[in-house]
């Protein structure tokens, strides 16, 4: 059987699988809670199962082990800051949000503040962040099949696309939250499973001596010790130094206020089910991204990665890929087709499931924020509430597949570090503003998030990532094409200055306010955040 064939059956039943998995689920409940938060059903083991699948992209899987092979110790900073990201959703969201939210993270802003502004503009930032992280997810799928089918044609490429969107609707239409769960769910074992089979193979191939493995990547790679120490890619001047620190906050503080991530933790019955859930996450996560180190420095030690390489040219994320087939035999090898297929197969079934997760979260928020409350002011029935929630579904797929098509050429790692960066500006300050500090309004909720969302936007338009960046290679590292220069912001993360901007913003709509009812219903929702008392499920307690 030819490596093509074989991929292809092994995409056919991820698909199979996770189609059948949706049609199980839409059968076991009806209802708004059903559909939106899965019947608050999943015990903290699966909810931490499914936000490992949820979080673990193809940006994670493929981007991470890519950066690691080409740039080391610097590309292992991802891995770092992705885990470290979690303590604070531990720390200062989880438990809080589970009892003080219901079904949305605008719901959580809304207790205490005025419906329709607050509602408006925590849609418009959930719908924004999940269509950039959309876009990334949609084109590596793209590139990612192409590629393994040996085909560069892009008419192959648009069908791929609108086939992944197609399926990420049906996921979201028909199974709703339970079954995007039980493909979340699924998909995080597969991957744990595909990527610990090729760690140890890869470990076997020196001995299971980590020493060997680092030394050979490093002399692999023609680098040498710069390879396996700090600022090989951004320690070149001072604003790339600058500009690490810019996305390390970015990736730290935006899982958080992420709205796919947040939305998970309305699955589990109690608030003490949320704190297990984000542990076993920590646990998963924590594993995976250890994993990435083998991962990476493998594929610098066994694969060339070169500026021409297969591997530099994809930007690193086919280094897993080609990694997998390497430990599997080599190229035309059995071994090495099946493991190929295996990775490739696992990478798709990662990134099905991510976009249904943030197709459900961005289609809930229209549907529960947008039009029950704010256009029906909260009279409407549950059974036109998840109607209208299927309607967006489609609407945001076909956005998505829309501008997933002409954006494939675009900087995958750019799409998914701009939701972070917007997800860390415009929402984590409103949520850590609203349970922490009794002034908070409505005002300065809306001013929060609009001044993050457009100062993140505006600021990375205006940066090297769109216009005027050139590689040593003499190619264009932007989306603009070279001779086209607008830049005058000189980060590549706007992380740096937006988040900051996003608290200001909240401080400043605050204190120019004069909104006592916020004030007064401060402590009835402190005593909710914190005890669970009024919330859904609280009966559980």
């Given amino acids: 059987m030819s490596t093509q064939t074989l991929t292809t059956v092994l995409f056919v039943a991820v698909v199979a699988l996770t189609v059948g998995i949706t049609i199980w689920a839409s059968r076991q409940g009806s209802g708004a809670a059903n559909y939106y938060a899965g019947g608050r059903s999943f015990s903290g083991f699966q909810n931490g199962l499914a936000i490992g699948g949820d979080y673990m992209s193809a940006a994670s899987f493929l981007g991470i082990s890519g950066a690691i092979a080409l740039y080391g110790y610097d590309g292992f900073l991802y891995s770092i800051g992705f885990l470290v990201a979690w303590l604070v959703a531990l720390l200062l969201v989880a438990e809080l949000l589970r009892n003080s939210g219901r079904y949305t993270m605008a719901d959580q802003l809304a207790y205490r503040m005025r419906q329709r502004p607050v509602r408006t503009a925590a849609a418009t930032s959930t719908v924004v962040v999940s269509i950039f992280y959309l876009l990334a997810q949609m084109v590596g799928a793209g590139s990612l099949v192409a590629l393994l089918l040996d085909v560069d044609d892009a008419a192959v490429k648009n069908l791929v696309i609108v086939a992944v969107g197609l399926l990420m609707v049906f996921y979201v239409t028909v199974g709703g939250m339970r079954g995007t769960t039980w493909v979340q769910i699924v998909k995080a074992v597969l991957l744990m499973t595909g990527t610990l089979l090729i760690t140890v193979l890869v470990l076997a191939e020196f001995g299971f001596n980590l020493s060997e493995l680092l030394g050979a990547a490093a002399q692999n790679t023609g680098k040498g010790d710069a390879f396996l120490q700090p600022g090989l890619r951004y320690g070149g001047s001072l604003t790339s130094q600058i500009d690490f620190i810019s996305l390390g906050l970015a990736l730290v503080l935006g899982t958080a206020g992420l709205p796919h991530i947040l939305i998970r933790f309305y699955t589990v019955p109690t608030a003490q089910d949320a704190r297990k859930s984000v542990l076993w996450a920590i646990a998963l996560i924590g594993t995976f991204y250890l994993m990435t180190l083998a991962l990476g420095f493998g594929a610098a030690a066994l694969l060339d990665t070169g500026p021409e390489s297969q591997t530099a040219v994809s930007g690193g994320n086919l280094a897993s890929p ?44 229209v549907a529960h924020d947008l039009y029950a409350s704010v256009f029906k002011h909260g009279q409407a029935s549950e059974r036109d509430e998840v109607r209208v929630a299927k309607l967006a579904a489609f609407v945001i797929g076909g956005v998505a597949i829309a501008l997933a098509i002409p954006a494939q050429s675009l900087n995958i790692a750019f799409l998914v570090a701009l939701a972070f960066a917007v997800a860390a500006s415009a929402n984590l300050p409103s949520i850590i503003y609203n349970l922490f500090w009794r002034r908070f309004n409505t005002r300065g909720a809306t001013w929060s998030i609009y001044g993050g969302l457009l100062s993140s936007i505006t600021l990375v338009f205006f940066s090297p990532v769109v216009s005027g960046k050139v590689l040593p290679t003499g190619a264009t590292g932007s989306l603009f094409p070279l001779g086209v220069d607008f830049s005058w912001f000189p980060l590549e993360n706007p992380g740096l200055v937006s988040i900051p901007l996003g608290f200001f913003f909240g401080w400043l709509g605050t204190v120019t306010s004069r909104d006592q009812e916020a004030i007064d219903k401060y402590d009835e929702l402190e005593v909710r955040a914190l005890t669970g008392a009024g919330s859904e499920g609280a009966v559980a307690h």
């Avoid at 997998?324 to 490739?344: F, K, M």
């Fill in 322 to 365: 080609l990694l997998a087939e390497a430990v599997g035999g080599g190229a035309g090898s059995t071994g090495g087709a099946v493991l190929l297929a295996l990775i490739s197969a696992v990478a798709f079934a990662t990134i099905l499931a991510v976009v249904a997760g943030l197709t459900l979260a961005s289609a809930s928020s």
